[in-house]
């Protein structure tokens, strides 16, 4: 069966927390796991379709981010899975088994991929200090963004600007940073100009990121790249759970 969050980290008086249970027959599976939150976030949101689920496996596909996601236990269930369900149509995908992740990556001709720890937030609303105005970004910000950050395409940036998933940081009048939520629902895109680190602002936006994501309802997560000790280090420092295994995300 699909493991579940440790004890160790989890808040039991947090039922935001508390993941998703899908019965299909009598097939069922727990995504209560770390690792499984992605797929939890957009079955929860009402944007992700489970395309085929096994105790031990499940395929997800997301309408927004179109990101198909592939939670398991038994890689051999998973890859079986991934070869009859995997269509041409698929740019981007998640496989939680790192193993299998780094095969279907060779095996699926796709262009790029991280390996990265996913982390969580079970604590209480946190507290902000009021150092940074922030304001959601608008359309007009744009070309602001996309000359600065390019991990992910401008497309993808008009998107999520769209859906108000992007806020603004300033120090006075002046942009000094930014942060928003991917397509299929984790925290990212976190930047901050040259001039103003070393400020904590980071610290500032991700807890704003992290108190509106309560706020809707659901359980901040992010993902961190494997060699990025600097997110892993800010992570920790704001009480995140961190897994203790890689999943894959990939693209073409």
């Given at each position: 069966?699909?493991?579940?969050w440790?004890n160790?980290?989890m ?5 935001a927390?508390s993941?998703?249970r899908?019965i299909m027959?009598?097939?069922s ?5 770390i690792?499984y939150?992605g797929i ?9 379709k489970?395309m ?9 596909h ?10 398991c236990?038994?890689a051999?269930?998973?890859?079986d ?8 149509d698929?740019?981007l995908l998640?496989?939680s088994d790192?193993?299998?992740g780094?095969?279907?990556?060779a ?5 790029g ?8 937030y079970?604590?209480c609303m946190?507290e ?9 970004a608008e359309?007009a910000?744009l070309?602001?963004l996309?000359?600065?950050y390019?991990?992910?395409s ?15 940081g300033?120090e006075?009048?002046?942009?000094s940073c930014f942060?928003?939520?991917h397509l ?8 901050v100009?040259p ?8 610290t500032?936006?991700e807890?704003?990121?992290i ?5 809707e309802?659901?359980t901040p997560?992010c ?13 920790r420092k704001l009480?995140?759970a961190?897994s203790d ?8």
């Amino acid at each position: 069966m699909i493991r579940i969050w440790q004890n160790r980290w989890m808040n039991s008086s947090r039922k935001a927390c508390s993941g998703l249970r899908i019965i299909m027959g009598e097939n069922s599976m727990e995504l209560t796991g770390i690792d499984y939150l992605g797929i939890d976030r957009v079955l929860k949101r009402g944007t992700g379709k489970v395309m085929e689920q096994h105790d031990a496996a499940l395929l997800a596909h997301d309408s927004i981010s179109g990101a198909y996601m592939l939670g398991c236990e038994d890689a051999a269930l998973g890859a079986d899975i991934l070869r009859r369900r995997l269509g041409g149509d698929c740019r981007l995908l998640m496989v939680s088994d790192h193993s299998l992740g780094l095969k279907t990556f060779a095996q699926y001709g796709f262009e790029g991929m991280m390996e990265c720890y996913q982390a969580a937030y079970s604590g209480c609303m946190p507290e902000l200090t009021g150092r940074l105005a922030m304001r959601e970004a608008e359309e007009a910000d744009l070309p602001v963004l996309t000359a600065t950050y390019d991990l992910v395409s401008a497309e993808e940036l008009r998107l999520i600007v769209k859906r108000r998933k992007l806020t603004l940081g300033y120090e006075g009048d002046r942009l000094s940073c930014f942060m928003g939520e991917h397509l299929e629902g984790s925290m990212g895109l976190l930047y901050v100009f040259p001039e103003f680190r070393r400020k904590g602002y980071a610290t500032e936006l991700e807890k704003a990121m992290i108190a509106k994501t309560l706020r809707e309802g659901y359980t901040p997560f992010c993902q961190i790249e494997k060699n990025n000790s600097a997110s892993m280090a800010l992570q920790r420092k704001l009480g995140l759970a961190i897994s203790d295994r890689l999943i894959c995300w990939m693209w073409k």
